[in-house]
């Protein structure tokens, strides 16, 4: 009796490792947007800005280094990524203006690509057996989730006794022990078949398929409202949500201020989407993923009306991190194993990247308008809705995929 092939591999781990600790540094961003606004004086819209530049960065850099991946090695790809990360922290730290701040998380956004889904995602799903490929990917996704727990809590209590000058070099310092991680990243190229297509022939194919366009429109909500929560919902409590009651069971855990559960409910997020990302990759083993990707998208939309037409309090806040927490990342193992089915793992990472550009053109959007709207009206209600209703878009565009594979040349 053949052994089935083991599921957790060692370039599973470190690639889980890597993740954890990018995800980590990137989730924690919304936490300093208080602290250095309030330093220097700026707007709510000119770190936001800072912020939609890095997701912006982070896209356009998805394609590359997936490309440089599957160019020049996986291995080379991330020494770059986690060398251009660590300095656009440091340089940031020493950054007095809303021009140096915006221009320096260019790097930072690169350095996130260089380190995250669109290189690691390629890599884990070349290791894993047919068989394994949905959990694993799932498994590395959860991962980036867990980096979202530890992320934000982290640097609030780092600024607790450091300036967020100095969390920026600890974080910096952070992702380049990653790189001790890279000699266990090694997997197989592609079979035989995939080889003989040139890269350009696979994206020609990609391009004229009207799924990878639909693949393409629908991740672009994603990006929108995880980049917004992520950057704008500590601010949005802190400001926001009714005061905590000092006897209730959230000042007995330590949550005292609205700014300390604002940290906690991005942690809270992350905590749940571990369990909905790792559902997620088992359902897509045995269930076809557009239909999945549809109801998530839908799930998130209901979820997100119904928390804006509620009261705001701690209560409410707490559920919606968790319900929302459990269809965040879920979307991602989802789509890469999409793009892998249809086109293969040879060019997965760049085919991949290209669509998460369209999620980082929704981060932009989020982060940014956010910022804007908020010093034009005192608060987010009206970007809260964009994000609503283009939710809903994305659970009908998926609907038409045509998931089955394309055929390779012979």
């Known amino acids: 009796m053949q052994k089935s092939p083991p599921l957790m591999t060692p370039v599973l781990l470190a690639g889980c490792v890597i993740i954890l600790v990018s995800f980590a540094i990137r989730a924690s961003f919304g936490v300093f947007q208080i602290p250095i606004a309030d330093e220097f004086g700026w707007a709510r819209s000119e770190f936001s800005l800072a912020i939609a530049i890095q997701n912006l960065a982070w896209g356009i850099g998805q394609p590359i280094f997936a490309a440089i991946a599957e160019k020049f090695t996986d291995r080379k790809a991330l020494i770059l990524g986690a060398l251009i990360y ?7 730290s020493f950054a007095v203006t809303p021009t140096a701040h915006q221009v320096l998380e260019i790097l930072v956004g690169f350095g996130v690509a260089g380190t995250g889904f669109g290189v690691i995602l390629a890599v884990v799903g070349r290791a894993s057996s047919d068989e394994n490929r949905s959990m694993s990917l799932a498994i590395a996704t959860a991962a980036g989730s867990g980096g979202q727990v530890i992320g934000a809590p982290l640097a609030e209590w780092m600024l607790g006794f450091l300036d967020w000058q100095s969390v920026f070099v600890i974080f910096a310092l952070a992702i380049l022990a990653v790189l001790l991680l890279l000699p266990a990243m090694r997997a197989p190229t592609a079979s035989r078949a995939e080889l003989e297509d040139s890269m350009g022939e696979i994206l020609a194919k990609a391009f004229r398929d009207p799924s990878y366009t639909l693949i393409f429109l629908g991740f672009f909500s994603c990006g929108y409202q995880l980049a917004f929560v992520t950057a704008h919902f500590p601010a949005m409590i802190t400001e926001m949500c009714a005061a905590i009651d000092p006897s209730g069971v959230l000042a007995s855990v330590g949550v005292t201020t609205t700014s300390r559960l604002g940290a906690v409910a991005i942690s809270l997020i992350g905590l749940a989407n571990i369990a909905g990302t790792l ?33 705001i309090t701690p209560t409410s806040v707490i559920l919606f991190s968790i319900v929302m927490g459990a269809l965040w990342l879920a979307t991602v193992p989802l789509t890469s194993g999409l793009v892998a089915h249809i086109y293969g793992l040879r060019y997965m990472g760049t085919l991949y990247g290209i669509v998460f550009f369209s999620h980082q053109l929704g981060s932009f959007l989020g982060v940014w308008l956010g910022g804007r709207m908020y010093d034009a009206h005192g608060d987010y209600t009206m970007v809260w809705w964009i994000g609503v209703g283009i939710g809903a878009f994305s659970a009908i565009v998926h609907l038409p995929i045509r998931e089955r594979p394309m055929a390779v040349a012979a």
């Open 86 to 92: 660590a300095a656009g922290l440091v340089l940031s």
């Open 279 to 311: 559902a997620a990759g088992w359902l897509g083993k045995h269930y076809p993923k557009k239909y999945l990707l549809a109801g998530i998208y839908l799930g998130r939309t209901v979820t997100a009306a119904v928390f804006i037409l509620m009261p």
